[in-house]
Every structure is written in structure tokens, then in C-alpha cells.
């Protein structure tokens, strides 16, 4: 099973747009997939169309069971599901001892998945710190803006920490290009730059796509809602590519 968060300090990078794709992607091939969002927007579930009795603080506050928090949106791809309430929660398991491995203890019991992919929250905060110690890599989505950049050096700064303090082995498997338009010259210096830095570990960019910010309106994966797309054609590809690293 591989658990993989995907992140970056930077907002607007089409993080949530990846994640949901990249799992649904997976589940298309056959894949047993669970989305994990911890992002207190709940943007996974609003995408999937998720209606849901019990959350991600259910599951960390009030001791709901993982199982009962779980819900499928499609075949094979499962997803428990976050909202407002999670930021409370933050404050709450602030206070506790092993209060960055709560997440990790209240899930390990979780089996019979392929891919456990948690969307996180753009910023530096415990719920990151919680996903990031459980997960045994990331993907980094990065936007075609140079603060996106400056997003990817804080995260590489804080897996060093990380790494150091909780004796892992945490790395960035994927770095993701997102909005990419090939006569953006911008979009060119920026793919250069990350090519510099992650010679083996650039993705497929992924173009620039109306069909890829309409379908969470319909509910709908890119796979669902326009499968002819760019964006579909560029998902694919991150698919194959992440599914052939295991």
C-alpha cells in the first residue's frame, strides 16, 4: 500500500484538481484507492459530489472508527472527507503529547487499499505535519508562478526537519507541473527551473485546461466529464507514471 501525501505550502496550484484525477485515475486501472482530505475547505469531497454523515474530525476528535468515516464516491475509489470543523480540531490535538502521529494511529488499522492519498492544506500546520509522518512520499504539485517556487523550498526545508526529528526517509517522488501553457514563456523558465532541481522526478506538465476548472462545477472527474481533453490525455499519462513507480 502506498500512502502518499500531495502538497504544496503554495495555494492555487491544483492540488485538489490532482489529487482527484490522479486517484481516479487509479481506480479506473482497477486500483483500490482512498482520498484522505485534510484540507478544512472539504474541496476532495465538493468535487466528488460526496454527501457524508462523519468526517475527518469525527474520526480524529470525536473517536469514530475509520470505517465509518469512509465513503465511496466511486468504483473503487473511496474518501473520507473533510470540512470547516478541522481547523478546531487542530487546536484541540495541539495540546497532546504525540500530537503529530494522532492521524497515523486513528488510520494504521486501514487495509485493502493500493494508493491512500491525502490532499493537503496549503500552508505549514499540524494536520500537514500529521499527514506527512504518516505518508511514505509526495507529490508536489507546482503552479506556473514563480511564488509557487518559493512554496516548494519551504516544503523541502520542512521534510529535512521532519526526516531529522521523526527518523524517516520521507521524499518527493512526483513534482507535478500544473497549468502549463507551452507559449507562455514563463511557464518555459519556470519548467526549467524545477528541471534543474528535480531532474528525476518532473512529471508530465499539465496543460492549462477550461475542461479541467469545469468539471468540479458538474461533480465530475476529467475522466467523467470530458475523457477527450487535454486534461484527461495529461492525467492519464501522471497515472502511468505514478503507478510505475511502485
Request: a positive charge.
Amino acid at each position: 500500500m502506498r500512502k502518499i501525501s500531495i502538497i504544496n505550502y503554495k495555494g492555487g496550484t491544483g492540488k485538489t484538481c490532482t489529487v482527484v484525477n490522479l486517484a481516479h485515475g487509479l481506480a479506473l486501472m482497477g486500483k483500490k484507492v482512498l482520498i484522505i482530505d485534510t484540507d478544512p475547505q472539504g474541496s476532495a469531497g465538493h468535487h466528488l459530489g460526496i454527501s457524508y454523515k462523519f468526517s475527518l474530525y469525527d474520526l480524529l476528535i470525536n473517536n469514530i472508527s475509520p470505517t465509518d468515516c469512509i465513503i465511496n464516491a466511486r468504483e473503487n475509489l473511496d474518501i473520507i472527507c473533510s470540512n470547516e470543523h478541522v481547523y478546531p480540531a487542530e487546536l484541540k490535538l495541539s495540546s497532546n503529547k504525540d500530537r503529530e502521529s494522532v492521524l497515523s494511529k486513528k488510520i494504521n488499522s486501514l487495509n485493502g487499499y493500493d494508493y491512500i492519498l491525502l490532499d493537503c492544506a496549503p500552508s505549514m500546520n499540524l494536520l500537514n505535519q500529521n499527514a506527512l509522518l504518516y505518508s511514505q512520499e509526495i507529490l508536489l504539485p507546482v503552479s506556473m508562478e514563480y511564488l509557487a517556487l518559493l512554496g516548494v523550498k519551504q516544503l523541502l526545508k520542512n521534510i529535512k526537519i521532519l526526516n531529522k526529528i521523526f527518523t524517516k526517509k520521507l521524499n518527493i517522488s512526483k513534482v507535478i507541473p500544473t497549468f502549463f501553457d507551452i507559449r507562455n514563456k514563463k511557464s518555459k523558465d519556470i519548467i526549467e527551473s524545477l528541471r534543474r532541481v528535480f531532474p528525476d522526478y518532473l512529471s508530465t506538465p499539465i496543460r492549462n485546461s477550461v475542461k479541467l476548472s469545469e468539471a468540479p462545477g458538474f461533480k465530475r472527474t476529467i475522466f467523467e466529464y470530458d475523457p477527450n481533453s487535454y486534461g484527461a490525455e495529461d492525467y492519464i499519462k501522471l497515472v502511468k507514471e505514478v503507478h510505475n513507480d511502485a
